[in-house]
């Protein structure tokens, strides 16, 4: 009793972090629409510096929050389809882990936040330059390796949590349907050019409709088992 009462809180935490996510993901967008990213370095720091949320909204401030939910949202997958395949859910949940991980090293909000004060509080013309040369730095690192890591491995994990749901008894085939049609949209980075930019604007309507599908599953497993 005890531990189907741990996994009990493993779907509800997982339910509730999916819901979360589509809420975020139309505020994320709508962010971006009325306040469009800059394009230099220096529109990055100025903007640090005249509205520090807006810049690190800027720099998907809200995906921070939204992958840390989404380590919740896995574990609750893994808890509600372990038994189905618990090899390939386990490879899941570590490519999972990994690309959220690597996700992280590859924000830079606060760091652009840092470097505007610093540039903005000195009259240096050769630490202005400096500055500027770190904050291209911290851009090209935002948008590099360890970001489209993250981005094809969290595509992996989609792919085999989606396959697992199709032999499965508990999500239905349409769920996993919907996961496997983000998935496979979701191959191409973001930051592979126009295609990639397109391809993962896309991906967030089956992601937002299998979100709201497994939340929903899950939380009425964990309210089943209680």
Known sequence: MNEEYNWVKLYKAGGVAALVIVFIIPIQILIFTVFPPPDTTIAFIDLFHDNWVIGLLSLDFLYYINNALLILVYLGLFAALRKDNYADMLIALVFGFIGIAVYYVSTIGFEMMSLSKQYHSTESIEIR??????????????????????????????????????????????????????????????????????????????????????????????????
Do not use: C
Not at 136 to 145: A, I, P, Q, W
Not at 178 to 198: C, D, E, K, R
């Open 129 to 226: 330059q400096q500055l500027l040369a770190i904050g291209h730095g911290l851009l090209e690192r935002y948008k590099g390796t360890a970001f489209d890591v993250y981005y094809v491995f969290n595509t992996i994990t989609l792919l085999i949590i989606s396959k697992t749901m199709y032999k499965s008894n508990i999500f239905n085939k349409a769920t996993a349907a919907w996961g496997l049609i983000a998935g496979i949209f979701m191959i191409i980075p973001s930051t592979a050019g126009t295609i990639g930019l397109v391809f993962s604007l896309i991906s967030l309507i089956p992601w937002i409709i299998f979100s709201i599908l497994i939340g929903r599953k899950l939380l009425t497993i964990a309210k089943l088992k209680e």
